[in-house]
């Protein structure tokens, strides 16, 4: 599918070099140099059997092996992804289940109008209240994540906060009202109702026998927000300037770099359906 959108929209990567200085005989020689003269459906084969066998190619951009500029950014993605997952989802889980446990109470309405702040406000906009408020105006951080060459993101871990609680704000809404949701709905449930009808502490149950069940719904939301985090960051790694994933995806778009494109793509749809995979895994645990 990418590589028939690439094929049907306008320009390819030898416009895109050569720019306003393009002319017909500069493009044909460098479709030549980059094998674009070739029939669609040969280089589409040839790139299906190199990736098969672990060769995602090289960049018709860049002229650089694509695997070792893929794996730069899939590890500043990592990193980024990793941590906020770590803050957000134990925080959203708990604080759901706080708020379905006691429902209508005053905490529950701070939760609730929280959520529908932070599902309200798309991630630019977060990201730029932070820039303009822990930056320009207490100058407690770096306006941007840039990352030196040479260093990682972890040599500078100050230019990680922003990111993160700009993605925090974001899945923090969505599984906190996804398990409170679903927390209110189990706790009407008959068993439960056995359950502190028996002389089961509240602690018992809800931890025993409430979130074992209304984490399932939960885990499902969790699971598709992983590959969103690994490869679908392209506002919150663009507002910040961090040289991720979903940035290389972004400039391999522009830049109508089909290789590296597919390369990513093919990235992502494997931590789709390895996190899918996890999901399912857990239902049973729980």
């Known amino acids: 599918g990418i590589f028939t959108i690439t094929e049907i929209l306008p320009g390819d990567v030898a ?9 017909e005989k500069n493009l044909a020689k460098i479709r030549e140099d980059l094998g674009l003269d070739r029939p669609p459906h040969v280089r589409y084969i040839e ?8 060769d995602l ?25 990793v941590v906020a997952f770590l803050v957000a989802v134990p925080t959203a889980v708990m604080s759901g289940i706080f708020a379905g446990v006691r429902p209508d109470t005053k905490v529950d309405r701070l939760m609730g109008l929280v959520g529908l702040v932070g599902i309200s406000l798309p991630e630019f906009v977060t990201g730029l209240l932070l820039i303009i408020l822990l930056s320009s105006t207490l100058h407690l951080l770096p306006s941007s994540s840039i990352i030196l060459p ?35 709905e189990v706790m009407q ?8 009808l028996k002389g089961l502490s509240m602690r018992q149950v809800i931890f025993r026998h409430v979130v074992p069940n209304a984490m399932l719904p939960t885990i499902t939301v969790v699971a598709s927000n992983v590959g969103w985090m690994l490869g679908g960051l392209i506002i919150v790694e663009t507002v910040f300037a961090y040289p991720g994933l979903g940035s290389q995806l972004l400039a391999a778009i522009q830049t109508r770099d089909v290789p590296l494109l ?25």
């Open 189 to 196: 449930t008959h068993y439960v109702r056995t359950a502190i």
């Open 47 to 54: 790139w299906i059997g190199n990736a098969a066998q672990g």
């Open 15 to 23: 416009s895109m070099m050569m720019g306003r200085d393009a002319t």
């Open 262 to 286: 597919q390369s990513l793509t093919l990235l992502i749809a494997a931590t789709y359906a390895i996190s899918n995979l996890v999901a399912d895994l857990s239902y049973a645990a729980l």
């Open 150 to 184: 040479g260093t990682t993101p972890l040599s500078r871990p100050e230019i990680l906060i922003m990111p993160i609680l700009t993605i925090t704000a974001v899945l923090f809404a969505y599984i906190m009202r996804m398990t409170r949701a679903n927390v209110i």
């Open 57 to 81: 190619g090289v960049s018709l951009y860049n002229k650089q092996p694509i695997a070792p500029l893929v794996g730069r950014r899939l590890q500043h993605s990592a990193i980024l992804a």
